[in-house]
Every structure is written in C-alpha cells, then in structure tokens.
C-alpha cells in the first residue's frame, strides 16, 4: 500500500506545481515588472503638475501682493473648470507643513473643504512663478508636487477666507510661504492633500513686506465702517457669479441656519482656532464654509455624531433643535445644489429659477 499511494501523491503534486508555476508565469508576463510601473506613474504625475505648474503662471502670476484685480482674476479662474479644480477630489485636507517636515501627514492638523471652496478662497491667496519639482514620498505612499508661491499678504482683509493673523505664528507662515505642496495618488492622479510651506523664507528674489493687523477681536465674521459684511469673499462675492440668481438664497439661508448652529453649540468648535484640536478640522463660520460642508454636517445631525462636550464625547441634541437644523439645513443644501448647477450650466438652470 506505502508503495501505491506515495507514487499517485507525488503526480498530484507535482501537476498542482505545475499549474501553479504556469499560472504564476503567466501572471509575470502580463503584469510590467514594479519598475515599469512606477515609471508610468511618475509620468503621468510629472504631466499633471507641468499642466497645473503652467495654468497658475497663467492666472495667478506674481504680482503686486495689493491687487484686487490680480486676486479677482486668479480666483474666478481657479474656481470655474481649471486644471487645478478638476485634481482635486471630493474632500480636500489642507494646512500648513508641520514645523518638522518630516512629521507624517496622518499627525499633522489639517482642514477638510469642497473642491470649490478651496479653489475659491484658499488657493488664490497664492501667486505662482510655474517651477515645480515632484518626488515620491516613500512613508506617505504618495507624490509630493512642490510648486514655487509666495503670498498676497497686503489684500485687505475682506479679501482672506478668515483673519489669519488670529494666530501670529499663523500669519508669518503666510507671509514667508514660498510654495503650495500637492500630495497626489498614483493610482487616482488625484490630490489628496494640499499644504504651504515656509520653512526656507520667501521665493528666491521676492521680497515679503510683512503687514501688521490689529489683535484679533474674535470675530470670525464682522461689520465694516460702510456697513458691509466680512470677509466678503465667504458672501460669494466674486466666487459665483454676479449673475447667479441663488446668491440672495444663500446668504439668508445661512443667516437662518447659523442661529440653529450656534444654539447646537457646532459655531464654538468648528472655527479656524479649533478650540478642540481636532486633526481634520471642519468650519462653518462663513456662509461659503458652510456651503462646503453643509451634506456632512446634516449626516453627522441625524446620525448624532454632533455637538461633543468638552470630554469629546458625542451628546444628544435636543430633539426640537435637531427638527429646526435639519430643516433648515436641507433648505440652504438644495439652495447650495441650484447654485452649483447654475454656475455648471446657466442656460439649462435659469429655466428652473422660480421667479
């Protein structure tokens, strides 16, 4: 029997060998070796970068860090259908560099926003001279696109998406940038993150003129000496267009949402400041940051997963002001949807504009 039945063991085994080092041939013939691949990739990366490298030369070159214009024009072109917007994917996650570049990104604060909120407020604060250097970053599993900036920092102060200079050391990482960093997956060529840095001063040859504000009041929104809000670029001024007939239904609906915001508490925690140190920081102190926000933070409502107490536990709202902000909210979403449909396809979406 010992003889029978080893020989018959030994043929299975070695056709299931057989098999498995043909399957594993074939496999290796089909699929390009890490090398090649890693080359495609680094390819297709380099070209995307050239091609936002070269589309903010265009639309956010250096200029007077004072123009309005320059500011103006580099924002409604960053905001509509730029290279820069369509890399970017649902959620972005934005901040400084950590003072140790070296620090991970998963240990590094960061604010989570909309494509256009990004590109409409935070992005044209920048100006750009088109060089750009990319490299793989081995821990983050990622390419990291180094494009060369400096900062507009003698816009008035309507024209910055909150009162930077909250925090001094906030303010000076601002005014001494000297580029935009883009974390881009291989495999999405899409941007995951994006950061500035300032760790080596202001761009070759550019000389930073630094501005002091006054102390900050801790007022995230304010009433100018003409009795207009600001910031004025969180009123969608100048991010949607003039004639985009949603902009009145925007800001009453985030008027009416804020009181419910505030008595849920949500408007002492996401604020730029974050007072609880959250690592993806959400804000809704503004009109146009809430407008980003608006379908998560009714998914984090229904779901009770806000406000927390100040152990950062999640606690019950009361069920009256969970009604009137989800109400509320899904009103000023429906207002935020037309408004991105509108700015999409203005013939198409006029038709659907109740007068």
């Not at 930077?164 to 935009?180: M, Q, R, S, T, V």
């Not at 899409?190 to 001063?201: C, E, L, M, T």
């Not at 996401?270 to 140190?277: G, M, S």
Request: proline share 7%; charged share 20%; aromatic share 10%.
């Amino acid at each position: 029997m010992k003889n029978l039945v080893f020989p018959w063991l030994a043929r299975v085994r070695f056709a299931a060998f057989t098999v498995s080092a043909s399957l594993a041939c074939a496999a290796a013939m089909a699929a390009p070796p890490a090398a090649e691949l890693q080359a495609v990739e680094l390819q297709a990366v380099e070209g995307l970068a050239a091609r936002i490298a070269a589309e903010l030369r265009a639309v956010c070159p250096l200029d007077d860090p004072a123009s309005q214009a320059a500011f103006d024009r580099c924002r409604q072109a960053l905001f509509g259908a730029s290279r820069l917007r369509q890399s970017l994917p649902a959620v972005l996650l934005w901040g400084r560099q950590a003072k140790d570049p070296a620090t991970p990104l998963k240990e590094t604060s960061l604010t989570q926003f909309a494509p256009d909120v990004w590109t409409g407020l935070y992005a044209p604060v920048f100006m750009f001279d088109g060089k750009y250097q990319v490299s793989w970053v081995d821990r983050e599993k990622l390419y990291r696109v180094k494009l060369g900036a400096t900062f507009r920092n003698r816009l008035a102060p309507g024209q910055f998406p909150y009162p930077f200079w909250h925090d001094a050391a906030k303010w000076g990482a601002y005014e001494n940038a000297n580029a935009l960093l883009l974390w881009v997956s291989p495999q999405e060529q899409k941007v995951k993150i994006a950061q500035f840095s300032w760790q080596d001063g202001p761009l070759a040859g550019i000389r930073v003129a630094p501005v002091t504000h006054g102390k900050f009041d801790g007022q995230w929104l304010w009433t100018d000496s003409r009795g207009q809000t600001q910031p004025a670029v969180t009123l969608f001024d100048g991010l949607f267009s003039a004639r985009n007939p949603y902009k009145p239904q925007l800001e009453k609906g985030y008027r009416a949402l804020a009181v419910s915001l505030r008595e849920g508490q949500c408007l002492s925690c996401h604020v730029p400041n974050n007072p609880d140190k959250m690592k993806h920081l959400v804000l809704l102190q503004t009109p146009a940051h809430a407008a980003g926000e608006i379908s998560r933070i009714l998914k984090s409502v229904r779901t009770d997963r806000m406000p927390r107490d100040e152990a950062g536990i999640e606690t019950a709202l009361d069920p009256q002001l969970k009604k009137n902000l989800l109400e509320l909210g899904a009103v000023f979403e429906k207002t935020v949807q037309s408004a991105r449909q509108w700015e999409a396809n203005p013939a198409v979406a006029s038709q659907a504009v109740t007068p």
